[in-house]
């Protein structure tokens, strides 16, 4: 399926813990492959760090909710998994990151997956605001961040 551009999220903390980062991202790198960065409950097999690295022309950053209790039960709908409003603080932690994002590479989405309720709504909304309100940017910067 070559007409179709592929990104990787990994679901195993190991594929980006300290001694696999670098190989990883370097093989991603290499490849062209993008990496969805993510932000998650931590502490669990499946816990991606909260890093931002880019390894290709767009960089992905996906918004999980840090909802502990669910992360890994069996639940009826991915909804009640992701059941989780960020905080503007919680938001904001992710500003530096996604900033960093912006400057290298050449286009940045930014995707709420805390799909229960309307919160990835009213997230996504506060993260617009949020990364907004910072200094006038160049036009090359502020197409770059989708």
Request: charged share 30%; aromatic share 8%.
């Amino acid at each position: 399926m070559p007409q179709y551009p592929i990104a990787v999220e990994f679901r195993n903390s190991l594929w980006l813990a300290d001694d696999g980062r670098e190989r990883t991202i370097s093989f991603l790198q290499k490849n062209q492959i993008p990496l969805v960065c993510v932000d998650e409950p931590q502490g669990f097999s499946s816990s991606a760090p909260p890093i931002a690295a880019v390894t290709a022309a767009t960089s992905i950053v996906r918004f999980h909710g840090r909802n502990r209790e669910t992360w890994t039960k069996k639940m009826s709908t991915a909804a009640e998994r992701f059941d989780y409003l960020y905080s503007e603080e919680e938001l904001r932690e992710w500003l530096p990151r996604l900033r960093r994002l912006e400057e290298e590479a050449e286009e940045v989405h930014v995707l709420m997956n805390n799909c229960q309720r309307d919160y990835a709504v009213r997230n996504a909304s506060q993260m617009a605001h949020l990364l907004h309100q910072r200094e006038p940017e160049s036009e090359a910067g502020q197409r770059r961040l989708l």
